[in-house]
């Protein structure tokens, strides 16, 4: 079965600094999704990726998907105190992209420190 | 523009003892989900419903059961609830024209004791 991993597992940063999550995968994402979560809320979604090489951008924050679609990264750029939460990658469980059945990597706690 | 939405947020229960979360959507999906966050373990599917009428298992169904009433509500019951099942449970729901993109309830906490 399909495995995410996500680096690093937390993160402590400087207001204004630009920090990158990455998401590896065991096989080929086929759909990676990126969630933000504060504590005690729900997800959010940020983004999805499909295509090999695809980039997509919200506000600052920015996400790869690579040519071979088995690594992404998210980008913060001048993170801020907003930005604090917990970042999961979420990917469909068969690989197939359809089935919307997603399997998520263990989250990446983000602290923006003022 | 609820989206979805879970009840209860919060619940504390005792060994053995049995309960439901329910889980409505209001985005006319098919696809109805729940899974538990666990600290360390992530989000783990628990079960799923592709359409009304059809559940499959996830990663960790044991101890659960669901139920689709209907396409907007699929719930999740714990027949005997044990302190493993302490988490918090996430709905979700997703559906065609949206890239199959997942939407989340806020999420409930459950405490077995």
């Known amino acids: 079965s399909q495995e995410l991993e996500q680096s690093p597992q937390s993160l402590i940063v400087q207001e204004g600094k630009n920090l990158t999550i990455n998401c590896t995968s065991s096989k080929t994402l086929y759909g990676l999704y990126w969630y933000k979560q504060k504590y005690g809320e729900g997800l959010i979604f940020l983004m999805m990726?499909?295509?090999?090489?695809e980039e997509k951008s919200h506000e600052k924050i920015t996400a790869k998907l690579d040519e071979k679609k088995q690594q992404s990264s998210l980008h913060i750029t001048a993170s801020q105190p907003s930005h604090a939460g917990i970042y999961l990658c979420?990917?469909?469980?068969?690989?197939?992209?359809?089935?919307?059945?997603?399997?998520f990597g263990q989250g990446t706690t983000l602290q923006v420190k003022p | 523009n609820a989206g979805v939405t879970q009840t209860p947020k919060f619940q504390v229960l005792k060994t053995g003892q049995s309960m439901t979360l329910q889980c409505a959507q209001d985005m006319n999906h098919n696809s109805m989900y729940w899974y538990r966050q666990d600290p360390g373990m992530g989000l783990r599917l628990i079960y799923y419903?592709?359409?009304?009428?059809?559940?499959d298992k996830g990663e960790v169904p044991n101890g659960y059961n669901v139920s689709r009433l209907n396409k907007r509500e699929f719930s999740l019951r714990l027949e005997s609830a044990a302190p493993s099942q302490t988490s918090v449970y996430f709905c979700a729901s997703s559906g065609p024209g949206q890239g199959n993109t997942i939407y989340f309830g806020e999420g409930s906490w459950l405490t077995v004791v």
């Open positions: 419903s592709a359409s009304e009428g059809t559940t």
């Open positions: 979420g990917a469909d469980a068969h690989g197939s992209g359809n089935t919307g059945k997603l399997i």
């Open positions: 990726l499909q295509k090999g090489g």
